[in-house]
């Protein structure tokens, strides 16, 4: 951690002093955020007034954080993320999970926004992430971990966690969400992909395309945190349909799966 402890000094003490102690760590992907709507608000952060926190750039993140509860159950939201195409750092990208190792928080869950490839992943449907691939990131990752050990890279244990992706299944199950399961392809953006890219992809096993999660994933995963991902397939990826791809269809279709998002969401919160 040491090189995180020098850069982000204020930061640290912010919230150390907090003292909140949450159960989970929820990030909201695009378009995801309303999420936050439906459980109890305990303190709301605006980033800006977070010291060193960069400000969010992207529409549908809104950029706060929230002390929150439900079901009795501390949980610490992001209500939007640091995205590495926005121009950042990675490390500047890995802050949330870096506040919730302060936060000494027990559990992960990233969600996002990603684009279908396979055919049972249309949009609308949500995709809990049975593996992903960072090929396109590791680098980055690498220049992060390795000030802090190098034996924790090569030994990614659990990763994602199998005991919490059984319990997102059992709670997709009692919540009756369909939950669709499949790999998580991480491209770096800005853009979104060629179809001739799709296609490789595809070939080498990706089920779904998207921009984020896979070195907040390893990052949390890293410090023993169990971690899980689950995708909100927001449009068929580029190629797959003859339809444009745009970041309104990514944020509208989003709102279209709320309600079955929120029910899974709680349900996870519940059983932990
Ligand atoms: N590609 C990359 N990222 C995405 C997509 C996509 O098709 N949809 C939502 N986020």
């Not at 400000?55 to 501390?74: D, F, L, N, R």
């Not at 996002?112 to 949009?123: D, K, Q």
């Not at 960072?134 to 659990?158: D, F, H, T």
Request: charged residues 20%; glycine residues 8%.
């Amino acid at each position: 951690m040491f090189s995180f402890n020098l850069k982000y000094k204020d930061l640290n003490k912010f919230f150390d002093e907090n003292g909140f102690k949450p159960d989970i760590t929820i990030v909201l992907g695009s378009g995801l955020g309303k999420f936050a709507e439906k459980v109890k608000i305990l303190h709301t952060f605006d980033c800006k007034d977070i010291p060193q926190y960069p400000p969010s750039t992207i529409i549908g993140h809104s950029g706060k954080i929230h002390y929150a509860e439900h079901s009795g159950k501390k949980l610490l939201l992001f209500q939007g993320r640091i995205h590495f195409y926005e121009g950042y750092e990675l490390y500047q990208c890995l802050l949330p999970i870096h506040i919730s190792k302060i936060l000494n928080s027990k559990k992960v869950l990233l969600t996002n926004a990603a684009g279908g490839i396979s055919s049972n992943l249309y949009p609308g449907a949500l995709m809990l992430n049975s593996s992903f691939n960072g090929m396109q990131i590791k680098k980055e990752l690498y220049k992060v971990l390795a000030p802090m050990s190098i034996y924790g890279i090569n030994y990614l244990r659990n990763f994602p966690s199998k005991e919490f992706n059984d319990l997102i299944r059992k709670s997709a199950k009692q919540k009756e969400v369909d939950l669709q399961e499949g790999v998580y392809w991480y491209t770096k953006g800005p853009t979104y992909e060629t179809p001739s890219e799709v296609k490789m992809v595809q070939k080498f096993g990706a089920d779904a395309v998207g921009m984020s999660t896979v070195h907040e994933a390893m990052f949390a995963a890293y410090f023993g945190i169990p971690t899980a991902a689950i995708s909100c397939i927001t449009n068929f990826a580029s190629g797959i349909s003859a339809q444009k791809l745009s970041h309104s269809e990514v944020t509208e279709t989003a709102s279209l799966v709320e309600d079955k998002f929120t029910s899974l969401v709680k349900g996870i919160i519940e059983n932990i």
